[in-house]
């Protein structure tokens, strides 16, 4: 019986490091950890790396999950400057040498809300820096899987001290609440601990259906779907938002719209609202005192169907041409 529960176990991890590797990174069933999605990972992970009043480096912009469950905890987020798009590494040095940060949380592939990518090049250079100053980071891989061919993961180039978090939900299906977490030795008992003190275990029903779903390659055909209906999705944000920059990729589920003339996000926010469409502004995603950009992140998949993001999509346009 103990056997049988034990081979389970491994073939849970099996899918895991299976699934990891198609996103972009090499890791062994020893690292891996289950949590209850990518928002559960990250509290467990900061609950057990940072005490309260400790401090982490982030992007100007980020993940609001990130910032509710940070003050939860009493961890102060630091804003680390962003060029060309991405985390600039000078600016990541300056935070270690002097603003007393443990680590970095980041989104390198879709990020959430800017839609950027980070290039490889920066992707190692953040990982070198990470090494020199024994940083921690907590990379957070829950839109790789939407990338045909991924980018290699941060984590590939610093596997001692990127904690590697890659949830199901956006790239299967919403009902599997479930996230594989690739984690350092250094990381992995004050992890798990977390994560047990959270959960005890995760749904073993759940982990069981995601484990199947990987091992038969059933995955493959569920991402592929997603995939397509993005890229259809994405096609009409392109033919209707063409005189106005909307950055992001055709396979994002979000794209960063940038407002011309001189509204702000939040008052755009408040206009789309009055016309019964919801976008975010870049006010809810803003990190300290940094400026929040001009912009909005649009949900290309929020709506139920092709039509109802097109009836959004001829509201915006029109609340945009307003402006110009
Ligand atoms: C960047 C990012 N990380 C984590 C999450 C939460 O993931 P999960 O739903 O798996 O908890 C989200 C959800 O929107 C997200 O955008």
């Known amino acids: 019986m103990k056997d049988a529960a034990l081979l389970k176990n491994c073939m849970k991890k099996d899918a895991a490091v299976k699934l990891i590797r198609r996103g972009g990174l090499e890791t062994t069933i020893d690292h891996i950890l289950f949590a209850n999605g990518g928002q559960n990972a990250i509290a467990a992970t900061l609950a057990s790396l940072c005490k309260p009043g400790e401090r982490i480096g982030v992007d100007q912009h980020t993940y609001p999950g990130l910032k509710t469950v940070a003050a939860m905890l009493s961890v102060q987020i630091v804003p680390i400057k962003s060029e060309n798009d991405e985390m600039s590494p000078a600016s990541f040095e300056y935070a270690c040498k002097n603003e007393n940060i443990k680590g970095i949380y980041l989104i390198p592939d879709y990020h959430n809300p800017t839609a950027s990518f980070m290039s490889v090049e ?3 250079m953040i990982a070198a ?3 020199k100053y024994n940083q921690f980071i907590i990379e957070d891989a829950s839109y790789h899987l939407l990338n045909k061919k991924p980018l290699p993961a ?18 299967f299906a919403p009902g599997l609440r479930l996230a594989y977490v690739a984690v350092p030795s250094q990381f992995k008992e004050p992890i798990s601990k977390a994560l047990y003190n959270l959960n005890v275990s995760v749904s073993p029903l759940l982990a069981e259906l995601a484990a199947r779903t990987v091992v038969s390659n059933q995955f493959e055909v569920l991402i592929e779907g997603h995939r397509e209906q993005t890229i259809r999705r994405n096609q009409l944000v392109n033919r209707y938002l063409a005189d106005f920059t909307c950055l992001g990729a055709e396979t994002g589920i979000f794209r960063w719209l940038l407002l011309p003339g001189k509204i702000t996000g939040a008052e755009f926010e408040t206009l789309a609202k009055q016309q019964g469409v919801q976008v975010y502004a870049a006010e809810r995603f803003v990190v300290g005192n940094s400026c929040p950009e001009r912009a ?13 993001l097109e009836r959004g999509l001829i509201i915006l346009k029109r609340l945009l041409n307003d402006l110009t």
């Open 122 to 124: 920066n992707r190692k």
């Open 129 to 131: 820096i990470a090494k």
């Open 154 to 171: 941060v984590a590939s180039f610093a596997p001692e001290q990127v904690i590697y978090i890659a949830s199901l939900y956006k790239s």
């Open 296 to 308: 909005v992140r649009v949900s290309v998949c929020a709506p139920e169907t092709l039509e109802e």
